[in-house]
């Protein structure tokens, strides 16, 4: 029995969710592979065989895969499955865009965002909004699953000496191409890995008060931007920025919440934060029941004191 890791990558270096996913599969199956389908991927491949655990790599390249497009990459997938019980990918934007295609072609039941591997068939995934857990027992033959990244501790990316082993491109008739993308820039963290997270809420009243607020606090912490959906649909900021259940979820050392009142949707993209610190004047907000430190307080005077004392 072994398990293959659908790995994250842009060609040039894995994403860190691939490591929490093969720490997901090490813990479905005693031997795990990883999967880098791209173009030109040579040196994400080689970073793969360097992940602690992993038995071998199987590197694919051809020009259709360069994009990750579901179709193609989904089809190399299927050439391979037969050799696996089960076949795991993040639940990123990437993972859910192409394992359920795989699940229906295989005619299984996709697991999604699984939390917690009980045993080989057995697994637990948040439902409700994160208020309660499913424990979801599989009886298909391959296990088609995404794991949440948030649940799973990553694996070493250094320590593992894995084979890499170059494989032919499977044949796929695409219906779709890639006509491109639009990537925001940052020098900042990345938010879903960032260890360090400051998000704005609706309470901050603008755009230019997060800006005037918000970002000092996070250049004194050195911490990736993040707010809540309030915030996104009012405009304040762009969309990439969502911390929730229809946005991004995360689980940095440290959370700090400024005015966000704490909606069901965003605490289950950010309660389990190892650290939780809310500011809001309003003491009867939600979001004080999973903080760890809470201050009720006007954040119009409490924030820039705050980063005032960290200079």
Known sequence: MAALVIAE????????????????ALQCAPEVDVLVAGSGADAAAAAA???????????????NLADQLAEPLAAQILS????????????????????????????????????????ADT????????NAIATVQSSDPVKVITVRTTGFDPVAATGGSAAVEKAAAADSASK??????ELTKSDRPE????????SGGRG?????????????LADKLGAALGASRAAVDAGYVPNDYQVGQT????????????????????????KDSKVIVAINKDPEAPIFGVADYGLVADLFTAVPELTKALS
């Open 9 to 24: 990558h842009d060609n040039q270096s894995l994403k860190a969710a691939t490591l929490n996913a093969v720490a997901a």
């Open 49 to 63: 065989a360097q992940i602690a655990g992993v038995r071998k790599v199987i590197q694919v390249d051809a020009a």
């Open 80 to 119: 391979i499955a037969n050799g696996y019980s089960h076949l795991l990918a993040p639940a990123t934007a990437s993972g859910k865009n192409v394992m359920p295609r795989v699940a229906a072609k295989l005619d299984v039941a996709q697991l999604s965002d699984i939390t917690k591997v009980v045993s």
């Open 123 to 130: 697994f637990e995934r948040p439902i409700y909004a994160g």
């Open 176 to 181: 779709s191409s890639f006509v491109g993308r």
């Open 191 to 198: 938010l879903t890995s960032a260890k360090i997270i400051v």
């Open 204 to 216: 901050l009243g603008s755009g230019e008060k997060y800006q005037e607020l918000v970002v000092p």
């Open 247 to 270: 946005g991004k979820i995360v689980a940095p050392q440290l959370y700090v919440a400024v005015g966000i009142s704490g909606a069901i949707q965003h605490l289950a993209g950010m």
